[in-house]
């Protein structure tokens, strides 16, 4: 098990409407809670583009990529590694999907992305070797489990304490199906704080170190409460 906690889905008032905390405020409290960073994971959906109303897509990404800035302020001051990534959801249903590793130019390049299937937008990442795709809590109520060959992992553990994920089932589908794994607290509100993670063997300061250290994760290294302890 690594010694560097890292919490890998969270949310910013700044952003996501769901979300409470100010980036800021979320960087302070996973410092204090002996986390080392944070990957950002705003909602980027429907709902998201039509609170924004008429806006360019340069904006909309402009916008979207606030927290994550406000948030990588904070993390200077404090030696926190903070990196941002997507929770995706197409508009062909109600599954989410956790996006790592994008480069905010290929972002950029797929105007409206929520518009295409899980499918095609698989399609248009596969060339991209640094992005990896997890479908988020996958057997929460109003999802549905995504193919198992076309996503690359599951989000095996969601520590958020209003839904019931049914984070069992994610793990038994991970493991008979080979796919990688990940915890998250799906952060949102100041006692979400810390109820998931992984722990890496060493830092990450860029999105391609935090994919390559996620390729290798194994169980041990999965935050599956809060309190729990790397190293």
Known sequence: MGKYK???HAHTREVSSCGHVPAAEAVRMYHDAGYRGIVFTDHFNQEYFDRLGERSWDEIIDLYLEGYRAAAGAGRALDMDI???LEL???ENGNDYLVYGMEESFLRSIPFANRLTIGEFMELVAPEEGILVFQAHPFRDGCSLADPLVVHGLEVHNGNPRHDSRNERAAETARREGLLILSGSDFHRPGDLATGGICLPRRVRTAGEFVEQVR????DSLILKE????G
Request: aromatic share 24%.
């Open 6 to 8: 890292y919490e890998i």
């Open 83 to 85: 990196l941002w990534g």
């Open 89 to 91: 959801r197409f508009t």
């Open 216 to 219: 290798r994760l194994d169980w």
């Open 227 to 230: 309190g729990s302890l790397c």
